[in-house]
């Protein structure tokens, strides 16, 4: 079963450089956690297309300045030179403190987000299809680089550090037509078991079905709904919240139900796995 979604890179080394396995799609994503170091005065991520520094064209430049105030300057490198630089004067990510970048590749654009909120989008100025290496530089420490193909389903992506209570994973797509149902699992990777698993079905009846899978068998199911939350060919949000005794799940900002852990330790939950009949348009972990 082909997932589309390499393994993470883990604690590289800075400066990196590295390809972007298969690379950069309309709809992949890359999160990028790290910290930034206390005395830093810059980093950079550049989207290029080669590896060779200086010598080779950048797609987007994504650059925090810390100086007074902090500012993030975005550019494009072409043929040999500097393009129109965009500045945005907020900084989304302190010295010092840890940080979660996510760059999602749309058609149009790049949309970043930092810390799981929206912070910026960039025009696209170089085909996306010519973008197939990441570079990281400056005064920063990387913990991982994830490459996302968040439009494939099926789907599987890594949630690093697992859950914990307060974490949220959100979920955009879209309901096939003629959907007879799909699946959203979270599950510990190191085992076949399924920690919460969530299915919207469709064709013999209209039910959202809760349940667990664990010592190789399925759990007590829950169904009971005032009513569906999905509908056939329409867009959805969902948003899975932890807390302390359950996960709190939304679904186009309104809440539907609740699920009792009954995996433990939850911080074991570290995958995610999207299957059925739905088109997937982000997901943010």
């Not at 105030?69 to 630089?85: I, L």
């Not at 930092?114 to 420490?141: A, M, Q, W, Y």
């Not at 009513?227 to 359950?246: A, M």
Request: with cysteine; net charge neutral; proline share 8%.
């Amino acid at each position: 079963m082909n997932f589309g979604s390499p393994q993470p890179i883990y604690n590289p080394p800075i400066p990196y450089t590295g390809p972007i396995p298969g690379g950069l799609q309309d709809g992949m994503m890359i999160m990028i956690k790290g910290r930034v170091l206390p005395q830093s005065d810059r980093f950079h991520v550049n989207l290029q297309c080669g590896s060779i520094p200086h010598h080779c064209d950048v797609a987007f430049h994504f650059n925090p300045r810390y100086a007074n105030p902090g500012y993030v300057v975005c550019n494009t490198y072409k043929d040999q030179q500097w393009c129109m630089e965009e500045r945005k004067y907020e900084m989304p990510i302190q010295r010092g403190e840890s940080f979660q970048l996510l760059i999602l590749v749309q058609t149009d654009c790049y949309k970043v987000a930092v810390n799981d909120k929206h912070f910026l989008e960039f025009k696209h100025r170089i085909p996306v299809s010519r973008v197939d290496s990441i570079t990281i530089d400056g005064r920063v420490e990387i913990v991982s680089i994830s490459f996302v193909n968040s439009n494939q389903v099926p789907f599987k992506a890594p949630i690093p550090g697992g859950f914990f209570v307060s974490r949220s994973i959100v979920i955009q797509g879209t309901v096939a037509p003629n959907c007879g149902s799909f699946s959203i699992n979270l599950k510990p990777s190191i085992s076949p078991d399924i920690a919460f698993h969530i299915s919207p079905r469709f064709r013999t009846e209209e039910v959202v079905v809760r349940n667990s899978y664990m010592q190789n068998s399925w759990c007590t199911e829950e169904r009971s709904l005032a009513e569906n939350p999905f509908s056939l060919g329409q867009p959805f949000e969902i948003t899975i919240l932890c807390e302390q005794p359950f996960f709190r799940v939304n679904v186009n900002n309104r809440h539907v139900f609740d699920f009792n852990h009954r995996y433990q330790p939850i911080q074991q939950i570290d995958e995610l796995q999207i299957e059925g009949d739905v088109t997937l348009s982000s997901v943010r972990i």
